[in-house]
């Protein structure tokens, strides 16, 4: 390969790189702002300016091409001068005010005005004024005299999004980004950019002044918006999900996540709405007991049924770990109708990212055994409910009742339902025994995405069960220093379990002797079991995920 | 027992005593007639000067708005981590400001650095020193007990002025 020679540093680039591609390969970064690995060269920022010996002039390192034996320097004093320069010009407009914006703390322009700013401004005339809180579109709050103009929002409408809706109008000093008349900033993924935002001009709409970005841990984690499974980051402070950000992964979405999985699949976690605790029937009313008493009652019960007398409905919204541990349980009981339902939006679906399945597990969730509901399986189920053949539902962290309305009506039949579920929907009204699952964000586990890679999630938000510092989970500065008498350390737990924990409990009083400790125990007997998992383990997984065996899964409805 | 040696040999006058105890009661005579520094508080109380540290406050602008804008620097910068904010928007061109604010006075030790810190000169060590709480609950000082006039902290910002 060829090389350049960067700093005194020999580096390899493959033809066609530009000097940062390939200063980026090597893991060296030239401070840039409008240059972003996944849009075009815009070249406007100047802020990459390097050093090429032989050429006359500094030339920008986004934009030039890398060449054999060019020899380029990046701390010259010519280019450190040239970036200062350029900082310095940044900033005459700029308005400073980082103490009441959401991107101090993750912004390019604090960082690089620490490391090339002159720490004063010369510039004595009065700033240009612009436009502040202007809403953009439905979730983004846009501030003109934060902007700097690099076009990074523009060349990401035009080229990720392809909704051309942003550009630049006027001139000079007066330049701005607006939306064509009339129009809302309004695609499926506007806000990316406010990720790729270099400063706080576009802020999330949905996150504005909710916590500044050093007060929250993150735990890399994956979206359960649909089958996409896109890998991002959870922030969470006081044990409450504030935000959650797109986490870089080519094979998977790259830089990106689309708005409705950023914006409408965190908030059930610590909603008013989840089940704290389990519930058994008593006198018709859902009644708060002991974990001992609802894990004996449900064994107590289950025991009494033949296994064809009983259906298992599993969840494509569940951990393979869970939907392993069900499908053991339904095993012991010799159930054999074990489900799960499909959650499809037809036509929801793009190029870009998001999937018609709006759920992150139904391929793995059949790979490890369920059958998927079709229109048979269900009619034989209402049938067999109808006819009294079927007396039990056992049900996970799926809202199957509100999905087939019939079952409300086939409910009287039924002897007995048991129930996992994060939060309160239909089916826990008609739950005998309830039991409180724990969401995606607070549990470690699998899930496998259309794709047919498999990827984990780990706990962000703690529950009961869990501690943050015992159990290895991302802690922010106030979870290493707080006590339990700090306000900011009393974030409601819930006293929830996973889902693979309940039916374990379950199963042991039912005479089963396994010795799970954690879901990576149950991982290891999905490896040891099921074909496509062969050889995988939660450290090969890792944080980007790996490709399922052999096997080119391409979605199948 | 080794009997220990005197730092210093003491001559005869030492040794009777006598006259030290006159020397000492000359000593407390003149202090008899010296100006008194004690105070008796609670019923006289001591005014601190403009560079004295007691509690951290909030400023009350003429407006009737706290100056705070809710930045987090100073709950940041706390070494103690007292210090709790939780931003909100207003309609101030300010954009946003303190929907919660507190301060832990049992983790505070009175460092001032959050006055140092803040962007705003809002948040600047106050004269009261009268800290009493029963409780963890009660030490826990809410915008209610920690916003003051900013008439009251004039000097206090004279002096930050002068020599911040
Ligand atoms: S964009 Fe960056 S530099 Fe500008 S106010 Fe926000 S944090 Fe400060
Ligand atoms: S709004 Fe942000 S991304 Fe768009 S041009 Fe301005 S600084 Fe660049
Ligand atoms: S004076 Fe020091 S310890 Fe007290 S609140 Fe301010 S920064 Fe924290
Ligand atoms: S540093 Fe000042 S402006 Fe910022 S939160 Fe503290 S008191 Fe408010």
Redesign the interface.
Request: hydrophobic share 35%; proline share 5%; charged share 45%.
């Given at each position: 390969m060829p090389k350049i020679i960067l700093d005194g540093k020999e580096i390899e680039f493959k033809p066609g790189q530009t000097i940062i591609e390939a200063a980026r390969d090597a893991g060296i970064d030239i401070p840039h702002f409008c240059w972003h690995p996944k849009l075009s060269v815009s070249g406007n920022c100047r802020m990459c300016l390097v050093e090429v010996e032989q050429m006359p002039k500094l030339v920008i390192s986004c934009a030039t091409l890398a060449s054999e034996g060019m020899v380029v320097h990046t701390s010259s004093p010519k280019a450190v001068e040239a970036r200062n320069a350029v900082m310095e010009f940044l900033l005459i407009n700029h308005p400073l005010d980082c103490p009441i914006c959401d991107e101090a703390g993750e912004c390019k322009l604090q960082e690089y005005a620490y490391a090339h700013g002159r720490g004063e401004s010369r510039f004595e005339e009065m700033k240009v004024r612009k436009e502040k809180r202007i809403q953009l579109g439905p979730y983004i709050k846009f501030d003109a005299e934060r902007c700097i103009l690099c076009s990074r929002c523009i060349r990401f409408t035009d080229e990720i999004a392809k909704s051309h809706q942003l550009t630049f109008i006027k001139r000079g000093d007066k330049v701005t980004i607006t939306t064509f008349p009339g129009e809302s900033f309004d695609n499926p993924y506007t806000l990316n950019t406010t990720d790729i935002c270099p400063v706080g001009a576009l802020t999330n709409q949905d996150f504005r002044f909710k916590a500044r970005v050093w007060e929250m841990s993150k735990t890399n984690s994956i979206c359960i918006g649909c089958a996409r499974g896109c890998n991002i980051e959870i922030w969470v402070r006081n044990n409450q999900i504030l935000r959650l950000t797109p986490r870089y992964n080519e094979d998977v979405n790259s830089y990106w996540m689309c708005d409705n999985g950023r914006l409408n699949t965190f908030k059930f976690v610590n909603s008013d709405s989840r089940i704290d605790g389990p519930f058994v029937r008593r006198n018709g009313l859902l009644e708060k007991v002991s974990w001992e008493e609802a894990l004996s009652e449900a064994s107590n019960k289950l025991k009494k049924y033949k296994g064809n007398e009983i259906a298992f409905i599993g969840s494509a919204y569940a951990t393979n770990e869970d939907n392993f541990m069900f499908i053991k349980l339904a095993k012991l009981l010799d159930v054999k109708k074990v489900m799960f339902a499909r959650h499809i939006k037809e036509g929801d679906q793009d190029d870009i990212l998001i999937r018609e399945d709006k759920t992150p597990n139904s391929l793995g969730a059949e790979l490890i055994g369920l059958m998927p509901i079709n229109e048979n399986l269900l009619n034989e189920l209402f049938e067999e409910i109808s006819t009294g053949k079927i007396k039990v539902l056992y049900i996970i962290e799926d809202d199957i009742f509100g999905k087939y309305e019939n079952l409300k009506e086939l409910a009287k039949k039924l002897e007995l339902i048991i129930v996992h579920a994060t939060n309160k929907n239909i089916t826990t009204e008609f739950a005998d025994i309830l039991f409180p699952a724990s969401t995606y964000a607070e549990k470690h586990g699998t899930f496998v995405n259309f794709q047919g890679r498999v990827q984990r999630i780990r706990p962000a938000v703690a529950t009961v069960e869990l501690d943050r510092a015992l159990d290895g989970m991302s802690m922010s500065r106030w979870d290493k220093f707080g006590t339990p008498f700090d306000r900011w350390m009393q974030g409601k737990k819930y006293d929830a379990k996973p889902s693979w924990k309940i039916l374990t409990s379950i199963s042991t009083k039912l005479g089963l002797k396994i010795k799970y400790e954690m879901a990576e125990d149950v991982f290891e007997d999905i490896a040891n079991t099921i074909d496509e998992f062969k050889g995988l383990d939660y450290d090969l997984i890792s944080n980007n995920g790996i490709k399922i065996k052999n096997k080119a899964y391409e979605y199948i409805k | 027992m080794v009997a220990k040696k005197r730092k210093k040999n003491l001559n005869f006058f030492e040794r009777i005593y006598i006259v030290e105890i006159i020397k000492g009661m000359i000593l407390t005579l003149k202090n008899m007639f010296r100006p008194k520094f004690t105070m008796e508080y609670p019923e006289v109380k001591f005014e601190p000067p403009a560079s004295y540290r007691g509690r951290p406050v909030l400023v009350l602008d003429e407006n009737g708005v706290e100056r705070c804008?809710?930045?987090?620097?100073c709950?940041?910068v706390c070494p103690a981590?007292a210090i709790?904010v939780q931003?909100?928007?207003t309609e101030y061109e300010?954009?946003?400001y303190p929907e919660k604010f507190?301060i832990?006075m049992l983790r505070c030790i009175f460092c001032g650095f959050c006055e140092e810190v803040c962007?705003?000169e809002a948040i600047v060590m106050s004269k009261d020193y009268e800290l009493v709480y029963t409780n963890?609950e009660d030490a826990?000082y809410g915008k209610d007990k920690l916003l003051v006039p900013i008439e009251q902290l004039r000097d206090r910002i004279e002096f930050l002025r002068k020599f911040k």
């Open positions: - | 804008v809710a930045c987090g620097l709950s940041r981590l709790e931003a909100a928007e300010k954009e946003r507190e832990n962007p705003e963890r826990i």
